[in-house]
């Protein structure tokens, strides 16, 4: 099973539309289960630093299918995990499973705090509902 890119661009518009409703300026990505970038919006306004941001928040959630609120509280025990290449240990990404098994990546940047960033990214994963 994987994410479609009409999905990926569904979920994307949807993190996209929860931050701007909230007067958020953010960068959201989708990456698939090897962690390829499959869609990333960058919404207006959204820093430079958030699109690679984004990416890497993703490519963390899809690779520990957790989000990365909870991956950050592992740093305390294991701190070498922020040494792998490609990863970002800062909320703001959720991961998207099927049955159980992680299938893609939702990463959202920008905004003031990572728990905003991630409750954009978990807005994206809801509009997939079961249609993944």
């Known amino acids: ?6 999905a990926a661009t569904d ?11 909230e007067g958020q300026r953010v960068t959201v990505a989708v990456v698939d289960r090897n962690g390829n970038t499959i869609v990333t919006l960058r919404g207006d306004g959204a820093g430079p630093q958030s699109y690679e941001s984004a990416i890497k928040k993703a490519y963390t959630a899809v690779s520990w299918n957790a989000p990365t609120s909870q991956l950050v ?16 240990f800062l909320a703001g990404g959720a991961p998207v499973a099927h049955g159980g098994a992680p ?3 939702i990463g959202v940047a ?16 809801a509009a997939l509902g ?3």
């Open 11 to 21: 979920a994307a518009e949807a993190a996209l539309k929860a931050a701007r409703k």
């Open 130 to 132: 079961d249609g993944r």
């Open 1 to 6: 099973t994987h994410l479609t890119v009409d």
């Open 103 to 105: 299938i893609a990546g």
């Open 110 to 125: 920008g905004a003031p705090s990572g728990d905003l960033d991630e409750k954009f990214a978990r807005a994206g994963v």
């Open 73 to 88: 509280q592992r740093l305390a025990s294991a701190p070498t995990l922020k040494d792998i290449p490609g990863t970002l």
